[in-house]
């Protein structure tokens, strides 16, 4: 994906949000940490484009959440979670860049529901590249991108590598 198809990926999604969701009151967004929260910073921004209103935004660190906490680090590296709202009763976007296994979204869920009982939570993934482990699925797809086991799905966004672009590559052995 280029800047441009990005940009058209997010665009749709946001109008998704809106329109499944029947407008966006008592709805805030959630980014995973990295990737996933400028992106939803970005759907924040465009649903105020079109609809006038402000979304919270909150950013979630789900290192102590992950199922493989020990094989990551002897001591992992853990960042803030900044959640500036209450997510008793609200609706929740939860964003990420790459959905895969789905290991990734299960940590996240188990991390909004120790912050509060949401009314829902939805999630929102600019690529869907297969290959689940658990049985989730994205309700708001950028793209799905059908991968092999030997290939990786890399984002890249402005905010932290200075470019947009989503690219396939081969792990070479």
Known sequence: MDPESIRRALTRIAHEIVERN??????ALIGIRRRGVPLAERLAAKIAE???VALPVGLLDIT??????????????????????????????LVD????????????????????????????VL???GHRELPIRADFVGKNVPT??????????QEIDGEDKV???????
């Open 50 to 52: 079109f609809e006038g």
């Open 97 to 124: 860049d790459v959905l895969f296994t789905g290991r990734t979204a299960r940590a996240a869920l188990d991390a909004i529901i120790d912050l509060g009982r949401p009314r829902f939570i939805q999630l929102a």
């Open 64 to 93: 102590l959440y992950r199922d493989d906490l020990t094989t990551l680090a002897q001591q992992p590296v853990v960042h803030k979670t900044q959640v500036p709202f209450q997510v008793e009763g609200k609706k929740i976007i």
């Open 127 to 129: 690529v869907d590249r």
């Open 167 to 173: 690219v396939l590559q081969e792990i070479v052995e």
């Open 22 to 27: 029947k407008g966006v009151e008592n709805l």
């Open 148 to 157: 092999s086991r030997k290939e990786v799905i890399s984002v890249y966004l």
